[in-house]
């Protein structure tokens, strides 16, 4: 293993401290002189024609600035160039329940609520689609009249012989499996700050500063850019602290356009941060899904052909889903040696907030139906789970039937950790009644291959640049959401320049300052951000390498930097009058004493000559004395370095082969213990081993961090989590009914590393955010099945559905009445029990009682005490 | 969400609290936890005139002992008081076992004894923001007409979910409210009314004061179980209350009280009957179980299906009888 | 509706303040005297974003008016912000010690996070697994799965302890 003095070290992120105390802003944290506040009304209809919006009572309200409504930014825009479908406020007609009619701008949020009231918008209702296979069949009424039935988009793909593959088969096992929809629930609501800035040639409003939560800083630019007809040079982006993402601010949101919107129209900078209610209607979650998955195996368990129908519930926009319909299939490859596939998948809009990218995007609903599915056919082979798995393994490096380029592989020795830890051999099948142990395995991309917006261009590029007190400045374009990227960066950049990580600072996601990079998404920052650091330090190394060897005179290959020094290799041995870190630390003291006049260019300057003078060659140096002469010789010293895939790992050239292709994929492996109450259902998740190939763990600290917090999403998926809908109304759009699991019911996770060194990687580092997420939902479906029996075909594993279940197999009357009909183990279609009787009816405007028809009672208040 | 504007009022004593309750009936509502009452007010679910902060009130605030009476606690002693008392702990086993329950330590913190006994009653057409409620019409308990739980139906089945009350029941309380007329004094089986939006017999110009355990209920045993889908934080979407008098030999006293699966919690009547001269076993425990079930009515105003929920009153109510006798 | 003069008490200073009664102390805390760590993450009391210390207990300042926490006649009662958590201008043990085992990742939560733990140390000083297991549950993390931060707290209780003995 190689030697390194920062990579692999455990440190704390370089912004922990201004989390902890509270100082670190966040978007929402931030005010400017003359701020005004945005609220925005949402459509109470599913699908309706917006006539007439009358705003003239909200405007006379005394401290009420501008009513922004469609047709004051009407151009369309959309995170991918084939599904620019989005305006930022209604222009002819909403889509969904929540969806953006006008905004409000007033001097402070109550207010601004209050105005929201008085708004009278007339709407003609259209006939509304909620479940997706019923939304294909529409004939009239399209959600979008470009989108015919309402499919946003299909696609079909066979590779190698998927007909003959199943012939040859000695089992073929078939479901339908069922996933519910889960969103991020990320704590940090969406919030936008917005200012123009007048120009001083023109007089008039210039240039554009956004402060947003966003995941991609350089997306946005572009897209304002495309809505308010401003070059991007005129608009710079800035990322604050992000209160967590998880793909919710992968894309350009509602309210990023809006403020700016009706910043321009106010006159004034306008923040608009939104409710909890309004973060689930943004949404861009993970959609519910149909899977209808049929696996053929031979009798020693080979996997001889895979099938998959896959039916999205996309939402009423187009968002991420081109790109999850595609990831859903393509990531059907590179986890096993699958040599014949059959994919067909539909992505659907229906009259929902739309669906998008969400942790461990387009996979998990797949790998929950596949890996689930394995374990079926484990049972009916009589094959341990586990050797299952090994018998389908990739023998890399290789270039999967589907065109997927897979070079470290770790997932064998993934298994063999779980497997181990867990004592899976001793303890499966021997636990106590009603317990059980469940394994899956799952995997991810280290980035796409291809951009969204296809270009040339580097999709990350990065900037160093260093002064004469030696201190480090990284310009990143990598958007830091909490999975420590900025921290990834310094270490990188540290490790290759030899210096401790307190010399880095890292200046990130600013567009005027940080150059291009696509953003924090499909876990691409470690591995297309970390290497092109690692280029730019590298580059910037050569310079002050060089400049050192002819100090030291020798070649700038013998130059060694590390903990702050600069030798000459042979010639010093750091830390010989002691050893370790801390004494060349001390070293470094003693030197940085020696030219203490560092601070003065001149002075130092000259003292360094005269010592040179004196003392002749030297055998090494201080990090800063190399810079400074890095300086001297060749003047400002800078460097930059940039990273895209390389050709063959771009996939290959059928459509929507462009996603799926990564230059490295990440691999997981988990056994889950669980028990079930049989008599009421509930299941607790006692432990999940999770072994996580993520190449080399640039900081384990973090790499387990997001290797527990994926494992522990994905329980929540599996257990508790779930919009519930009803015809389109969203149930629980809040904290306390959208059930992200609190401590409590939080099972203990052990993370266990597992490092297969990516000959691309930086440092051999892959990714780590998101692959383990999707292993955890079958890893606790075949738990469930191991502990009591029942195979659950849909998620979430709510007690009802478990009870149900349980009652089911021992062949109760009336079993299914607990989940109203519906079977879990065979699941059929969307089940949306309840209902309500408004959409049917005239709706809302039928109702007198509505508060926004009364008048407000501060009257009555005035007038009484 | 900002708050609806309101004027504020903070008395330092019950007389001052009723005097305003008096004058401004209707108008005026009392904030003690507020965390109930301050997120239904960002919902626009109450849009008071007026709003009378009690927290003040000191008298109103602990757990005392009233020697032949029993244990008189102040409507503003905070949930987690309660939870934390060595002697409710010994002495009224049922009550600490459901405080202990309630939502999260945060909001056990905040959250009153006296607040959790009028709870609103809860349903997830109602407890939304004015936005959403507007895109579904309304409902019958607050700005519109029809019933999206039971439609057709004119009655209001949003449920009751507050975790103590059953507990309360169970022990036999007695409520203390205060009024322009001094003080009453109510059995808590009789402060409910079952319906939705209508849940307590508490007049506008009346508030909630004190709890009083009687003695008679002191040193039964007793278990709560609860039914939610975290570990904390959620309202009850099922409860079971069990509290049982037994002196070595079969069961003297015995109540159970059902909660979440009606619009208020309710006392399960034929379980004393089942109970007492019994030793609580599996059998007497099913018995019991059985008949809490016939006794709830849950209905679609929560997650879950009712159908489940009702299955779970039975288990737990089983699990209860057995918990209760073996602490 | 008109405002109102009250003093409010944070951190240890005292702020005299114009306010309207329907002001949350979360939003007075945050936008008047710019003391932005507590933060907003919900509107219906759920999710501890916003825990304060009110006279050293927990409590969510999103469902605490100012007016709540204004002198009264009385002194007005202490409110401890995250800001009033650092000791002396360095990182407390159980803060430096969330950044030490990746107790905060997005961080958003961990000032709710901060002040429930502070708490729950100077109420018990060696909790089990169990008693921070309960403490924490009414505070939500959508990131680290709280796994981290058990291994943060046990941390800070060793680092606290050998402050103490030196």
């Given at each position: 293993m190689a030697d390194f003095s920062i990579i692999g070290k455990r440190v704390a992120l370089v912004d922990s401290a201004a989390k902890t105390t509270g100082q670190g802003k966040y978007a929402d944290d931030l005010s400017l002189p003359g701020m005004l506040i945005g609220k925005i009304l949402h459509s109470p209809y599913p699908h309706a024609l917006v006539k007439k919006i009358d705003a003239s009572r909200a405007l006379a309200l005394e401290g009420v600035v501008a009513v922004v409504t469609g047709p004051d930014a009407p151009n369309k825009y959309g995170i991918l160039p084939?599904?620019?479908?989005?305006?930022?406020?209604?222009?002819?007609?909403?889509?969904?329940?929540?969806?953006?009619?006008?905004?409000?701008?007033?001097?402070?949020?109550?207010?601004?609520?209050?105005?929201?009231?008085?708004?009278?918008?007339?709407?003609?209702?259209?006939?509304?689609?909620?479940?997706?296979?019923?939304?294909?069949?529409?004939?009239?009424?399209?959600?979008?009249?470009?989108?015919?039935?309402?499919?946003?988009?299909?696609?079909?793909?066979?590779?190698?012989d998927p007909d003959k593959g199943f012939a040859e088969a000695d089992l073929v096992t078939e479901h339908r499996y069922i996933a519910a929809e889960v969103t991020h629930a990320a704590m940090e609501p969406h919030c936008t700050l917005a200012s123009f800035e007048i120009d001083s040639l023109t007089g008039q409003p210039g240039r554009?500063?956004?402060?947003?939560?966003?995941?991609?800083?350089?997306?946005?630019?572009?897209?304002?850019?495309?809505?308010?007809?401003?070059?991007?040079?005129?608009?710079?982006?800035?990322?604050?602290?992000?209160?967590?993402?998880?793909?919710?601010?992968?894309?350009?949101?509602?309210?990023?356009?809006?403020?700016?919107?009706?910043?321009?129209?106010?006159?004034?900078?306008?923040?608009?941060?939104?409710?909890?209610?309004?973060?689930?209607?943004?949404?861009?979650?993970?959609?519910?899904?149909?899977?209808?998955?049929?696996?053929?195996?031979?009798?020693?368990?080979?996997?001889?052909?895979v099938a998959a129908k896959v039916i999205q519930d996309g939402g009423a926009y187009c968002s991420y889903g081109v790109v999850t319909i595609l990831y859903s299939g393509a990531l059907l490859g590179a986890l096993y040696d699958i040599p014949n596939i059959k994919y067909d998948g539909f992505r659907v809009l229906t009259n929902k907030p739309a669906c998008g990218a969400m942790r461990g995007h387009g996979t998990v609903n797949v790998r929950f139906a596949f890996e689930s599915q394995l374990d079926e056919i484990a049972v009916q082979l009589k094959i341990d789970p586990v050797v299952l798995r090994r018998r389908n393994l990739l023998k890399p490096p290789c270039v999967t039937v589907n065109n997927l380029r897979v070079q470290s592989y770790g997932l064998p020795e993934c298994i063999e950790k779980v497997v181990e830890r867990s004592q899976w051999t001793a303890r499966k099948g021997k636990l106590p009644a009603g317990r059980g142990l469940g394994m899956a395995c799952s995997h991810y991309v280290s980035g796409a291959a291809n951009s969204i917006i296809r270009s040339d261009m580097p999709h990350s590029t990065v900037n160093i640049k260093i002064d004469r007190d030696g201190g480090v400045v990284v310009y990143t374009g990598a958007s830091d959401i909490g999975q420590g990227s900025d921290t990834m960066v310094a270490q990188v950049v540290a490790e290759v320049l030899g210096i401790s990580l307190a010399r880095v600072k890292v200046v990130a996601a600013d567009t005027d300052l940080t150059p291009i990079d696509i953003g924090s998404y499909s876990s691409r920052v470690t591995f297309m951000n970390g290497n092109a650091s690692l280029r730019a330090a590298q580059d910037v190394k050569r310079k002050i390498a060089g400049a050192a060897a002819r100090k030291m005179d020798c070649a700038p290959e013998d130059v060694i930097m590390r903990d702050d020094l600069v030798w000459k290799q042979g010639a010093f041995e750091p830390g010989s009058n002691g050893t370790g870190a801390e004494s060349s630390a001390a070293a470094e003291k003693g030197t940085v004493q020696e030219v203490s006049g560092r601070v003065e260019g001149q002075t130092l300057r000259g003292s360094l000559q005269q010592k040179r003078k004196e003392e002749g060659p030297k055998d090494h140096m201080s990090f800063e004395e190399a810079v400074v002469s890095a300086i001297d010789f060749s003047g400002a010293l800078s460097g930059t370095g940039s990273y895209a895939p390389p050709q063959d790992a771009r996939g290959g050239a059928?459509?929507?082969?462009?996603?799926?292709?990564?230059?490295?994929?990440?691999?997981?492996?988990?056994?889950?213990?669980?028990?079930?109450?049989?008599?009421?259902?509930?299941?607790?998740?006692?432990?999940?081993?999770?072994?996580?190939?993520?190449?080399?763990?640039?900081?384990?600290?973090?790499?387990?961090?997001?290797?527990?917090?994926?494992?522990?999403?994905?329980?929540?998926?599996?257990?508790?989590?779930?919009?519930?809908?009803?015809?389109?109304?969203?149930?629980?759009?809040?904290?306390?009914?959208?059930?992200?699991?609190?401590?409590?019911?939080?099972?203990?996770?052990?993370?266990?590393?597992?490092?297969?060194?990516?000959p691309e990687g930086p440092f051999g580092a892959k990714e780590a955010s998101e692959g383990s997420l999707a292993a955890t939902i079958p890893a606790i479906a075949n738990a469930i099945y191991d502990a009591v029996g029942i195979r659950l075909r849909e998620a979430p594993f709510t007690p009802e559905r478990v009870l149900a279940a349980l009652r089911q197999m021992k062949r109760e009357a009336k079993a299914l009445e607990i989940t109203r009909g519906a079977d879990p183990t065979q699941p059929r279609t969307f089940r949306e029990h309840g209902g309500s009787t408004w959409y049917k009816g005239k709706g809302p405007q039928r109702h007198e009682q509505d508060p926004a028809r009364r008048e407000h009672h501060a009257e009555a208040v005035a007038g009484d005490d | 969400m900002s708050l609806p504007a309101f004027k504020f009022f903070r008395p330092r004593t019950i007389e001052e609290a009723v005097e305003h309750l008096a004058r401004h009936c209707?108008?005026?509502?009392?904030?003690?936890?507020?965390?109930?009452?301050?997120?239904?007010?960002?919902?626009?679910?109450?849009?008071?005139?007026?709003?009378?902060?009690?927290?003040?009130?000191?008298?109103?605030?602990?757990?005392?002992?009233?020697?032949?009476?029993?244990?008189?606690?102040?409507?503003?002693?905070?949930?987690?008081?309660?939870?934390?008392?060595?002697?409710?702990?010994?002495?009224?086993?049922?009550l600490h076992e459901a405080a202990k329950t309630v939502a999260s330590p945060i909001l056990r913190n905040m959250g009153t004894l006296g607040g959790n006994i009028c709870l609103d009653t809860r349903c997830v057409w109602y407890n939304q923001s004015l936005q959403w409620?507007?895109?579904?019409?309304?409902?019958?308990?607050?700005?519109?007409?029809?019933?999206?739980?039971?439609?057709?139906?004119?009655?209001?089945?949003?449920?009751?979910?507050?975790?103590?009350?059953?507990?309360?029941?169970?022990?036999?309380?007695?409520?203390?409210?205060?009024?322009?007329?001094?003080?009453?004094?109510?059995?808590?089986?009789?402060?409910?009314?079952?319906?939705?939006?209508?849940?307590?017999?508490?007049?506008?110009?009346?508030?909630?004061?004190?709890?009083?355990?009687?003695?008679?209920?002191?040193?039964?045993?007793?278990?709560?179980?609860?039914?939610?889908?975290?570990?904390?934080?959620?309202?009850?979407?099922?409860?079971?209350?069990?509290?049982?008098?037994?002196?070595?030999?079969?069961?003297?006293?015995?109540?159970?009280?059902?909660?979440?699966?009606?619009?208020?919690?309710?006392?399960?009547?034929?379980?004393?009957?089942?109970?007492?001269?019994?030793?609580?076993?599996?059998?007497?425990?099913?018995?019991?179980?059985?008949?809490?079930?016939?006794?709830?009515?849950?209905?679609?105003?929560?997650?879950?299906?009712?159908?489940?929920?009702?299955?779970?009153?039975?288990?737990?109510a089983k699990r209860a009888v057995l918990a209760a006798g073996s602490n | 509706?008109?405002?109102?003069?009250?003093?409010?008490?944070?951190?240890?200073?005292?702020?005299?303040?114009?306010?309207?009664?329907?002001?949350?102390?979360?939003?007075?805390?945050?936008?008047?005297?710019?003391?932005?760590?507590?933060?907003?993450?919900?509107?219906?009391?759920?999710?501890?974003?916003?825990?304060?210390?009110?006279?050293?207990?927990?409590?969510?300042?999103?469902?605490?008016?100012?007016?709540?926490?204004?002198?009264?006649?009385?002194?007005a009662p202490e409110v401890t912000t995250v800001e009033g958590i650092a000791d002396h201008g360095a990182l407390a043990a159980i803060q430096?010690?969330?950044?030490?085992?990746?107790?905060?990742?997005?961080?958003?939560?961990?000032?709710?996070?901060?002040?429930?733990?502070?708490?729950?140390?100077?109420?018990?000083?060696?909790?089990?697994?169990?008693?921070?297991?309960?403490?924490?549950?009414?505070?939500?993390?959508?990131?680290?799965?709280?796994?981290?931060?058990?291994?943060?707290?046990?941390?800070?209780?060793?680092?606290?302890?050998s402050a103490r003995t030196t």
């Open positions: 084939v599904g620019h479908d989005e305006t930022a406020l209604a222009v002819e007609k909403v889509r969904y329940v929540g969806d953006n009619v006008a905004c409000v701008v007033a001097t402070s949020e109550a207010i601004a609520e209050r105005a929201l009231e008085t708004i009278d918008v007339e709407y003609e209702l259209l006939p509304a689609w909620f479940d997706p296979e019923d939304s294909m069949k529409a004939e009239t009424d399209w959600i979008h009249p470009q989108r015919p039935n309402n499919v946003e988009k299909d696609y079909h793909h066979v590779f190698g554009l500063t956004v402060w947003s939560s966003t995941q991609v800083p350089y997306y946005l630019q572009h897209k304002l850019s495309i809505v308010l007809e401003l070059p991007m040079s005129q608009i710079r982006v800035i990322k604050p602290l992000v209160g967590g993402g998880f793909g919710g601010k992968s894309e350009v949101i509602p309210l990023e356009i809006i403020a700016a919107v009706a910043a321009r129209k106010a006159q004034a900078p306008v923040k608009i941060t939104y409710t909890r209610e309004e973060v689930f209607w943004a949404h861009r979650g993970r959609p519910r899904t149909i899977i209808d998955l049929k696996t053929g195996v031979k009798r020693d368990g080979r996997i001889t052909s059928f459509k929507g082969a462009g996603v799926g292709p990564s230059p490295a994929y990440s691999y997981a492996a988990q056994v889950a213990e669980v028990s079930v109450d049989r008599e009421t259902g509930e299941v607790t998740v006692h432990k999940v081993w999770a072994a996580h190939d993520c190449g080399r763990a640039l900081n384990p600290v973090s790499v387990e961090g997001q290797v527990i917090g994926s494992v522990w999403m994905g329980m929540g998926q599996a257990l508790q989590e779930e919009m519930v809908w009803k015809d389109g109304l969203l149930m629980n759009p809040t904290m306390l009914e959208y059930k992200s699991p609190s401590a409590v019911e939080s099972p203990d996770v052990e993370c266990i590393i597992v490092e297969s060194v990516d | 209707a108008n005026l509502q009392v904030l003690a936890g507020g965390t109930d009452l301050l997120p239904s007010m960002k919902q626009r679910l109450f849009a008071p005139a007026y709003l009378m902060d009690i927290r003040g009130i000191e008298e109103l605030n602990g757990i005392h002992v009233r020697p032949g009476l029993g244990v008189e606690i102040g409507g503003l002693t905070p949930l987690s008081v309660v939870e934390d008392s060595e002697l409710i702990r010994r002495d009224y086993r049922v409620r507007r895109s579904c019409g309304f409902c019958i308990k607050k700005d519109g007409d029809l019933c999206h739980v039971a439609p057709g139906g004119k009655k209001c089945w949003a449920a009751f979910s507050a975790d103590t009350p059953p507990a309360l029941l169970c022990l036999d309380a007695e409520l203390e409210i205060a009024g322009p007329r001094g003080f009453r004094r109510v059995p808590i089986k009789d402060f409910y009314t079952n319906i939705g939006d209508a849940r307590i017999k508490l007049v506008h110009n009346e508030m909630l004061t004190r709890v009083i355990l009687p003695e008679a209920s002191s040193g039964w045993k007793g278990s709560y179980l609860k039914l939610r889908i975290r570990g904390s934080i959620d309202y009850p979407l099922a409860g079971v209350a069990v509290a049982v008098k037994q002196n070595g030999g079969p069961i003297e006293h015995a109540r159970v009280a059902i909660t979440a699966v009606n619009p208020a919690p309710l006392l399960v009547a034929a379980a004393e009957h089942a109970l007492v001269g019994k030793h609580i076993d599996e059998h007497v425990a099913t018995v019991v179980g059985e008949l809490a079930a016939k006794t709830a009515k849950p209905l679609t105003t929560s997650a879950l299906t009712p159908e489940y929920r009702r299955e779970v009153v039975k288990v737990y | 509706m008109r405002k109102e003069l009250i003093e409010l008490r944070v951190n240890g200073r005292t702020h005299e303040l114009a306010i309207e009664p329907s002001e949350l102390l979360l939003d007075v805390l945050r936008q008047e005297l710019q003391l932005t760590g507590s933060k907003r993450g919900c509107d219906d009391s759920s999710c501890g974003a916003c825990t304060v210390l009110v006279e050293g207990v927990p409590t969510l300042s999103c469902t605490m008016l100012a007016m709540s926490c204004a002198a009264d006649g009385a002194s430096k010690a969330y950044g030490d085992w990746g107790g905060a990742q997005c961080g958003y939560c961990t000032p709710g996070f901060m002040i429930t733990v502070k708490a729950l140390l100077d109420h018990n000083s060696h909790p089990t697994e169990e008693d921070i297991r309960h403490a924490l549950s009414g505070n939500l993390c959508r990131c680290t799965g709280y796994t981290q931060m058990y291994q943060a707290i046990k941390a800070a209780i060793v680092a606290e302890q």
